[in-house]
């Protein structure tokens, strides 16, 4: 990686929050957070992160509504999003990439598959975007 990639980390949960923030922070991201859906949306639209790893059940907007709100909006279009669940019913999967998820992790997520996934969706976006 030549830049840093940006990591916008969305968890309800503070310590699951605090904790995969200190450990992407760790392997070199540059990590913002958010604690409920509404300000995930509007930190992804003011800080155009390179990737968002969101928990699907947040308070205010569930991360399937941040989904499908980022992508109806062309600026967010193409932020690269990973789905944490703790649902690990196809159904759930399903739903989330009807959404707009490109990856569905289930919690208790391992750490090396989140950043396997983040290397693999953080690439995909042309380097003028994520400079």
Avoid: N
């Amino acid at each position: 990686m030549t830049t840093t990639t940006t990591v916008l980390l969305v968890d309800d949960y503070p310590d699951a929050l605090d904790m995969w923030a200190l450990y992407l922070q760790l392997r070199g991201y540059s990590v913002s957070t958010a604690g409920d859906g509404i300000s995930a949306l509007k930190l992804a639209q003011s800080s155009m992160p390179d990737v968002m790893v969101l928990d699907l059940e947040l308070p205010g907007l569930t991360g399937l509504e941040v989904a499908r709100a980022l992508r109806r909006d062309a600026p967010t279009a193409a932020i690269p999003l990973i789905a944490v669940t703790g649902h690990s019913l196809e159904a759930h999967r399903a739903a989330a990439r009807d959404a707009g998820f490109d990856a569905v992790l289930v919690k208790p997520c391992d750490p090396d598959v989140l950043i396997a996934q983040i290397e693999r969706l953080a690439v995909r976006r042309p380097a003028s975007e994520s400079e």
